[in-house]
């Protein structure tokens, strides 16, 4: 303890505190609840979902909190069955911000000094190689991260610290591609009712997949599901078929989903509206690319009000012009609307001054941005029966 101080400690937190069971973690020595301060840190493989021998994989630390002001984690990897066991091998990809360090037989990936990234506020993401094992029969790896979102006082005191880990099966190659569903609504609120929604994924290939779930809330951050978490991970049998169901609890709770979707799974969302005395009504939810550009949907406001979820599922601030066209082709308005980055808003679109020219006509309304993406999901209505609108996108 001497020596860290002397050496300074926050040019790297010591080996043995990356929060492995039976091993410490950052509050050995800094103050605090582990998992309590309001923020997260994630861990996650970049473009993959399993490992495969010989192929080193790119493993991204994202530490997120809305009151931190410099930042610091450690990593390691284990065997999944056994954690005091290391698996694969660690090394630096970004060596002006993180340092290998060793404790005994184990490795262990932390900040340096530049890396702790003194005044930055929300978040900091650092990136590590790991080279796994030369068997698949060497099972699986577990990557435990400790995370500390620092309040810059240069001492232990006053800072958040996380833990999290990812578990990552041997298996075939499988790179995913990240797909969102811009509609989630849960839990239930006086004169909206019920509402639930699924999640279905099906593995159309022959071997088996995991396929990460991630849940936003509306306004980007990390959304807890009661009974699952902020992330889950469904595992798919060859052929195999899975569901993640978010339950009713709680109020009404609207937000988004991400999904990794290996190759060759397939799958959708549902979301239903449970009110006392009506027969339930479902949607059904298309997974959207994460990078369109734009997306188009047809509406009839004759009979009908047409409602949106629009989602900007990248990582910049984006506006996104919305074009409403009649029939003809003649445009009935145009309105823009801001959307910070993962931030997804809902409503009726001729709520908007520039769209109440929508009503009594069938068109189209065309959404795009010029930068970042956005994803977009219709809903038509009548009274309190409603069916889902899917838009093209581009
Ligand atoms: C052995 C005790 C010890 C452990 C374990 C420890 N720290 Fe620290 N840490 C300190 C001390 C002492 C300071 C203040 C002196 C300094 O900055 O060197 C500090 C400061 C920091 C700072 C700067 C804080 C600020 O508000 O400016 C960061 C970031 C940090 N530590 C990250 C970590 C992380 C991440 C872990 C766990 C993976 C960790 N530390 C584990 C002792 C420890």
Redesign the pocket.
Known sequence: ?AA??LW????G??AG??GVPGE???T???TGTVNSGGGRVQVSLVNAVNWTPGTPVTVRITLSDPSAQ?????ITARSASNPVVPLGTLAVIDSANTQLTIGGNLQFI??RTAG?RPGTSASSTWDVRWTPPASAGAGDVTFFV???A???????A??H?YTTSLTAAAGAPTTGTPKVLPQLAFGSQAGAGAWYTAVYVHNTTGSPVQVPVDFFGADGSALNISGIGTTTTVSLSAKGTGIVEIPNVGPLTQGWIQATLPDGVIGYGIFRQSVSGNSDQEGTVPFSSTTSTGATLVFDETAFDTAVSVLNPSSVNVTVTITARDDKGAVLGVSTLALGAKRREAFVLKSRPELTTMQGKRGSVDFSVSSGAVAVLGLRFKGLSFTSILPTER
């Not at 620092?150 to 232990?156: C, K, L, P, R, W």
């Open positions: 303890m860290e101080s300074g400690h926050s040019a937190a010591p505190a990356a410490g973690d950052c050995d020595c800094h410099r930042w610091g984690f450690e932390t900040h702790t400790a995370g500390n620092a309040n810059n006082s240069g001492t232990e006053g800072d610290i």
